[in-house]
């Protein structure tokens, strides 16, 4: 196996195990408190391969408005969109452009709370 194909793979088992919770909920949540997030991905799954747009589905029992962003292994946006959520469910597409098979991770976050998702992806272009 080449080098650069190690790290890639290297990178990705780090973002599949950092992004992978114990729960049915496939993803890493982070909550003030000790109480579960009220924000549950759907899709994309982990460790999942998506091109531009990845769709992001999933229940809230938040009313205001989510923002999900596309993020690469460092952190840096390469997309994000907003949506509000309707009768507990949110839908949203967010466009990336990226040159490379790229290991990555999809945030959901409340603007005026802590909640948060995070789910490992790999995008690809």
Request: proline share 6%.
């Amino acid at each position: 196996m080449t080098r650069p194909a190690v790290v890639v793979l290297t990178a990705i088992a780090v973002i599949g195990l950092t992004a992978c919770s114990s729960s049915k909920t496939s993803a890493t949540t982070t909550t003030s408190g000790s109480t579960k997030s009220p924000i549950v991905v759907k899709t994309p799954v982990p460790e999942s391969q998506w091109r531009s747009p990845i769709t992001v589905r999933g229940t809230t029992t938040l009313t205001g408005e989510l923002t999900a962003e596309v993020l690469d292994a460092a952190g840096k946006q390469l997309g994000s969109g907003k949506t509000t959520p309707s009768d507990g469910k949110f839908d949203v597409k967010v466009s990336f452009s990226v040159e490379k098979l790229t290991p990555a991770a999809v945030l959901v976050h409340d603007e005026h709370s802590d909640h948060s998702v995070q789910v490992g992806v790999v995008v690809t272009p």
